[in-house]
T-cell receptor, first 109, second 116 residues
Framework: AQTVTQSQPEMSVQEAETVTLSCTYDTSENNYYLFWYKQPPSRQMILVIRQEAYKQQNATENRFSVNFQKAAKSFSLKISDSQLGDTAMYFCALNDMRFGAGTRLTVKP | GAVVSQHPSRVICKSGTSVKIECRSLDFQATTMFWYRQFPKQSLMLMATSNEGSKATYEQGVEKDKFLINHASLTLSTLTVTSAHPEDSSFYIC????????????FGPGTRLTVL
């Protein structure tokens, strides 16, 4: 069975600081894709970052980067220079559309 | 960027009636579309995967006769909730991808369904 686990229901960070959201997963596939999606209060799901499992290099998108540890099946998201607009639910997902329970991130001014 | 629309954004209906939700990819052709259900303060739960021109694949536990999915074209998929009951009240979200499940999903804004 393929599972995605986010063990941090809620997190908060001060504006301009860095925060890391955790995600672990389990899959029997050798080649797969991992995603982080953001769901702000508007509830519109937005892709934050995407990682292909066969690539060793960690994906980066501006202030967002991942720490992908394939052997440990870990896929954490680091948000640098946090902004108020980063306040949202963050979901980790496997390419079979299996989503984690989500982490509610609040950026405080 | 790729845009996916959903219509309606909100719908209220009486118990026993049917409701149709449309999902459209506006600026790309979507080979695959997905339908999710999201309960308050919970994650997205995949209901079914639809490929253009073929029958939808439903996840375990999802009643295919109750949640009818049609993917008649590369830009349109519909979800019909038949004989709706109050427990069907939820937030329904669709997403679309150009190629396959491994491709990036582009999400619609969601539809809030309330069954009285």
């Amino acid at each position: 069975a393929q599972t995605v686990t986010q063990s941090q229901p809620e997190m908060s960070v001060q504006e301009a600081e860095t925060v890391t959201l955790s995600c672990t997963y389990d899959t029997s596939e050798n080649n797969y894709y991992l995603f982080w999606y953001k769901q702000p209060p508007s509830r519109q799901m937005i892709l934050v970052i995407r990682q292909e499992a066969y690539k060793q290099q960690n994906a980066t998108e501006n202030r967002f980067s991942v720490n992908f540890q394939k052997a440990a099946k870990s896929f954490s998201l680091k948000i640098s220079d946090s902004q108020l607009g980063d306040t949202a639910m963050y979901f980790c997902a496997l390419n079979d559309m299996r989503f984690g329970a989500g982490t509610r991130l609040t950026v405080k001014p | 960027g790729a845009v996916v629309s959903q219509h309606p954004s909100r719908v209220i209906c009486k118990s026993g009636t049917s409701v149709k939700i449309e999902c459209r990819s506006l600026d790309f052709q979507a080979t695959t579309m997905f339908w999710y259900r999201q309960f308050p303060k919970q994650s997205l739960m995949l209901m079914a995967t639809s490929n253009e021109g073929s029958k939808a694949t439903y996840e375990q536990g999802v009643e295919k006769d109750k949640f009818l999915i049609n993917h008649a074209s590369l830009t349109l998929s519909t979800l019909t909730v038949t004989s709706a009951h109050p427990e069907d009240s939820s937030f329904y979200i669709c997403s679309a991808s150009v190629r396959a499940r491994t491709d990036t999903q582009y999400f619609g804004p969601g539809t809030r369904l309330t069954v009285l």
